[in-house]
């Protein structure tokens, strides 16, 4: 009977002395396992991170767009609002990083963003306005018809002259533009322009220039009627005006040719006077216009929409041509980004075939359309 005790106890001390020797090795097991959970989830924070980071700069530059024009002439705040299209990437990137990282107040923010942005950008994919068969036809001849109520125009910003004359005169008889308005031009690049023959396709003309040295101008292919060094008596520059008939002689445009300040340091204000100083035309009710040019601002620019107001329609907008960018175009390996020259139309004038033309030697491409006068 002791023998059998003593085996009991002692069988009994070994099971507790192996539990004691597993019990361990199960609270070991656990530690691996918090570790794998605090390794899985670090990198969840870092997306999460990314997501916020990226939702801040798209939320940042999606409300400069809506910015009353006061707080969007504020320093470097003309140049947020130009990305704003360029937001909805980072946008959708957020939205991305938030849902992989199930962020999901950051993903409804960013839903938010992509939303304003959709909302804001879909007119330049969706035509509101139509050329007719006769118009695209009739700009499609060998040779320009100045009798008709259609004509292909051009503007282009020539860099303070040192654009390729040839090639602006190339683009006019390529496009048989009719109505080529022109910024920063020189004296020196008007002679290379009547040198490379301009005047055989546009012979008649109004050059101005506020400070002798860089100018703006109009070309026609025919008469400018009541033709003014300035259309806008504008701060910035000289911006010329020309009368253009249409259909026979029986409807008369105003074209003038636009460049307003650009935004830089020292010249937000500035900047954004004369773009208002633009805006006034509106009030102008004696004439129908056409206003082409570096406008220095695009669509987003809460200045120029006031340009636009319920009178005025953007060329690109309007026809649903996409995004028309025409600026920067002499950076080596940056694309254009911003859509800063524009071809603004008065009511019952309908706008086709935006496009733009590299003019080699200028900082931005040359923006074109086909319109039609109704």
């Known amino acids: 009977m002791k023998k059998t005790a003593s085996k009991s106890r002692s069988t009994a001390k070994g099971k507790s002395t192996s539990a004691a ?3 361990p090795k199960g609270r070991s097991k656990s530690k691996p396992a918090v570790n794998e959970q605090k390794r899985a989830s670090f990198p969840r924070r870092i997306l999460a991170l990314l997501a916020w980071l990226c939702l ?15 707080l969007q002439s504020l320093p470097y705040v003309p140049v947020i609002a130009a990305f704003t299209p ?85 683009a006019v008889s390529d496009q048989r533009v009719e109505v080529l308005a022109l910024q920063e031009t020189t ?15 546009l012979p008649y003309s109004q050059i101005s220039s506020s400070d002798g040295k860089y100018g703006n101008a109009l070309f026609s292919a025919t008469p400018l009627d009541s033709p003014a060094d300035d259309d806008v008596d ?21 074209f003038v040719s636009v460049h307003t300040t650009s935004p830089k340091p020292g010249y937000w204000n500035e900047w954004r006077t004369s773009l208002d100083e633009v805006a006034a035309m509106r009030s102008h009710k004696n004439d129908r216009y056409v ?23 953007d060329a690109a907008q309007s026809s649903g041509s ?53």
């Open 56 to 70: 801040l700069v798209a939320l940042l530059g999606t409300v400069s767009r809506e910015l009353p024009e006061e």
């Open 187 to 201: 004296k020196p690049f008007v002679r290379a322009l009547k040198a490379e023959g301009i005047d055989d396709y």
């Open 234 to 254: 504008s701060s910035a520059s000289f911006m010329p005006g020309g009368t253009v008939t249409f259909g026979g002689g029986e409807t008369p445009i105003r």
């Open 86 to 170: 360029w937001f909805a990437a980072l946008g959708l990137l957020a939205l991305l990083l938030a849902l992989v990282s199930r962020r999901w107040l950051a993903a409804l923010l960013a839903l938010a963003c992509l939303g304003l942005q959709g909302w804001w950008q879909y007119p330049y994919f969706v035509s509101h306005v139509h050329l007719d068969n006769a118009a695209v036809s009739a700009v499609g001849e060998s040779h320009a018809d100045t009798h008709d109520s259609y004509a292909r125009v051009m503007t282009a910003n020539v860099y303070k002259g040192r654009a390729s004359a040839k090639a602006v005169v190339e």
């Open 21 to 23: 020797k597993r019990a």
């Open 322 to 374: 996409g995004f028309v960018f025409t600026w920067p175009a002499n950076k080596p390996g940056v694309p254009k980004f911003a859509g800063i020259d524009h071809i603004v139309l008065d009511q019952g004038i309908v706008a086709g075939q935006v496009a733009t033309v590299p003019i080699p030697g200028s900082d931005h491409a040359a923006l074109l359309a086909t319109i039609a006068v109704q």
């Open 291 to 313: 206003l082409m040019g570096d406008f220095n601002a695009t669509t987003d620019h809460t200045p120029f929409r006031n340009i636009l107001g319920s009178r005025f329609h």
